[in-house]
């Protein structure tokens, strides 16, 4: 059973920084590409960023520069340093891979405000 599993929202000011965390549990976390989404109120879900297996990334063009994703391979864990943040950056991420089906994490939210 695959099972993603978040953590590290939470409250920051503008121009504040936090690490988002993501556990896989369930696949062999290497083989697969994983991916940061959010969903801001009233809006659609967007990709944040994308890495594949070999460690190959990808952004979403509002976080270029601000946001990096990372993984261990040895923790069965994605990353997200989400750096400079803005209030427009306010939303709940999710954590999401691809096995045969799509699996979601529960998400974490993420508020920017001061």
């Known amino acids: 059973q695959v099972q993603l599993v978040e953590s590290g929202g939470g409250l920051v000011q503008p121009g504040g920084s936090l690490r988002l965390s993501c556990v896989a549990n369930?696949?062999?976390?290497?083989?697969?590409?994983m991916h940061w989404y959010r969903q801001a109120p009233g809006k659609q879900r967007e990709l944040v960023a994308a890495?594949?297996?070999?460690?190959?990334?990808d952004y979403g063009d509002s976080v270029k520069g601000r946001f990096t994703i990372a993984r261990d391979n040895d923790k069965n864990t994605v990353y997200l340093e989400m750096n400079s943040l803005k209030p427009e950056d306010t939303a709940v991420y999710y954590c999401h891979t691809k096995f045969i089906s799509d699996y979601w994490g529960q998400g974490t939210q993420v508020t920017v405000s001061s």
């Open positions: 890495i594949t297996a070999g460690g190959s990334t």
């Open positions: 369930g696949i062999i976390f290497r083989l697969y590409f």
